[in-house]
């Protein structure tokens, strides 16, 4: 592949793209300087006070949309349809879940990360195993996988080799990281605006393509002219017999486990609350509001231009194109659209990408810094650390944690392990016992540390025991209910791994409800954190927006159902 694919145009919207987001950086950093020079730890970690709603909104987005979105998901959309846009648009529900009864419960009792919270209200133990764990997952899987992928996407674009690509976005993930959070959350409202805009002329060309093809003109023709070739694309809530049932399992994902992949994500994750927990409660949720109406658009992005391939693929497009190692991969769909665009769009959605991939890098990275500098290095290293010392102790661990990175993927085999579905089940190995530990320490006080490690440790064995439960046991007997399907690579009866998730949630809240208890009978009074019912009480704007953001999602719904 030649280095010709990208025009003189798509460069120099690609330089423009760079130069506005370095010098904005650059700008903000010295516009602030006093304080980081001062060494204040929160400003640097958190922005302490300083990032606008917007800011905030535009920074989870920003974070959160990766390749693994752009090109993971429009695979999705290749493979399955408008299904896979659940975890869009229930997202969009779950910040303003998130935004009502997480974030009051953070700011009400001063918790700047997840350790943190860990700490005050269970003990110190559960806390150092979980700042070890997510720090191994931050930096072996998230920046790992998000730089792999996201190299993998810009080089097939660019015709740079995969190790420059990878290198180049490391260094400007740094660049902007090293200027702390508020950098990264002034820099990212500016890469979303690239991200959407370069999204969306994708969409555009997608719509136009399957449009032209069948003779029509305009993207609306292009829109109809997918829901009349591939009307099975078009459902959100798939049956049993649908061979996409185990990565969608039908209600689940509105009444199921999609709920407990969401709300760890969004409610107990550092580097995403880690953007509305230096504000104050109003302008907290106000971001999160604001984040919950991109979150309606982002399928428009990421999904309808999968689809589109998916069709024209279907009528003989692409054939070639789709092809690895002589069988389609679905996660091609994205970058194949992407090398038809005309010079200068091409460079827009080179931008954009590459803003997803740099932004998500560095809302990483600083997670990385806050954990290692916060809750092991203060804790167990330097316990008299000034305010200078974690600053410089954070902008040491996120250079580190990002030279590991690079050295780490390309021999992780990332690219043959799946897109968007794989990095979702195997997250969920995990999550539901997180989420439990979580949600009863928030609003259950007689909940123990003891009730806590069964959740965290015994989380993951039961969802590997589910996982593999199969090999040793027919589960065929499930069928009927809908909670178990047959695989066809495997021909074994499996458990969708959403429902898998559903289930160890339940078991680890019975769990922990039993051992709490036994513990509480045994004299066992654990911390308690503060809460207030008035706390959860919101604002009259953001109740109309949370208003608007639930009816437009149950019309979604309504409509594709």
């Known amino acids: 592949m030649g280095n010709n694919i990208l025009s003189t145009s798509d460069y120099l919207v690609f330089l423009f793209y760079f130069v506005v987001v370095a010098s904005y950086g650059i700008w903000v950093y010295y516009k602030k300087r006093s304080k980081l020079a001062g060494g204040d730890s929160k400003d640097y970690f958190l922005a302490e006070g300083s990032l606008t709603w917007w800011a905030i909104g535009a920074s989870l987005i920003a974070s959160n949309i990766s390749a693994e979105q752009f090109i993971g998901m429009s695979g999705s959309g290749f493979k399955m349809g408008l299904a896979i846009a659940s975890y869009e648009w229930m997202a969009a529900i779950t910040l303003l879940v998130v935004a009502v009864f997480f974030i009051p419960v953070y700011l009400k009792n001063k918790i700047f990360t997840m350790p943190q919270f860990l700490h005050k209200r269970y003990n110190g133990t559960v806390a150092m195993i979980m700042a070890i764990f997510w720090l191994m997952l931050y930096i072996v899987v998230n920046l790992t996988s998000i730089l792999y992928l996201g190299a993998l996407a810009v080089s097939s674009i660019s015709g740079f080799s995969l190790e420059f690509c990878m290198y180049a976005i490391a260094i400007f993930a740094i660049i902007i990281t090293l200027g702390g959070m508020k950098v990264i959350g002034y820099t990212d409202v500016i890469q979303v605006f690239f991200l959407i805009l370069g999204g969306l002329a994708t969409t555009y060309l997608a719509l136009n393509l399957v449009s032209e093809h069948y003779g029509g003109e305009g993207i609306l023709s292009g829109y109809n002219t997918m829901v009349d070739k591939a009307s099975e694309h078009f459902h959100m809530i798939l049956k049993t017999d649908n061979e996409n049932y185990l990565d969608l399992p039908g209600l689940s994902v509105i009444i199921g486990g999609l709920w407990i992949a969401n709300l760890n994500y969004w409610g107990c994750n550092q580097y995403i609350t880690q953007r509305a927990l230096g504000a104050d409660l109003k302008t907290a949720r106000n971001g999160l509001l604001f984040a919950a109406f991109l979150k309606l658009l982002m399928p428009i992005i990421v999904v309808l231009p999968g689809i589109a391939a998916y069709v024209l693929w279907k009528d003989g497009l692409f054939q070639t194109e789709m092809l690895q190692d002589g069988e389609v991969n679905a996660d091609r769909a994205y970058p194949v659209l992407l090398n038809l665009l005309p010079s200068g769009l091409k460079g827009l959605s080179f931008a954009a990408l590459t803003a997803a991939v740099v932004a998500s890098l560095a809302g990483k990275a600083n997670s990385v810094a806050t954990i290692f500098s916060l809750d092991i290095y203060q804790k167990v290293f330097n316990k008299t650390a000034s305010e200078k010392q974690l600053v410089n102790t954070g902008k040491i661990t996120i250079v580190v944690s990002m030279i590991m990175a690079v050295l780490i993927a390309p021999h992780l085999g990332i690219d043959k392990k799946g897109g968007f579905q794989y990095i979702q089940e195997y997250t969920g190995f995990v999550s539901p016992g997180i989420f439990a530990m979580f949600i009863l320490g928030f609003f259950w006080k007689k909940t123990t540390s003891n009730a806590a490690m069964f959740a965290m440790i015994g989380g993951f064995v039961l969802s590997c025991v589910l996982k593999f ?43 922990m409800f039993f051992i709490s208890k036994a513990d509480n009978a045994r004299g066992i009074v654990p911390n308690g954190l503060e809460v207030d019912t008035k706390m959860f009480k919101s604002h009259s704007a953001f109740v109309a927006g949370a208003l608007l953001v639930a009816l437009v999602t149950a019309a979604l719904y309504f409509i594709y159902w």
């Open 469 to 511: 439960l199969p090999n040793f046991m027919d589960l065929s007997f499930l069928h009927g209910i809908g909670f178990s399907v047959i695989n066809p690579a495997s021909g074994l009866y499996e458990i969708p791994f959403l429902d898998r998730m559903a289930i160890v949630f339940v078991i680890c809240v019975m769990g």
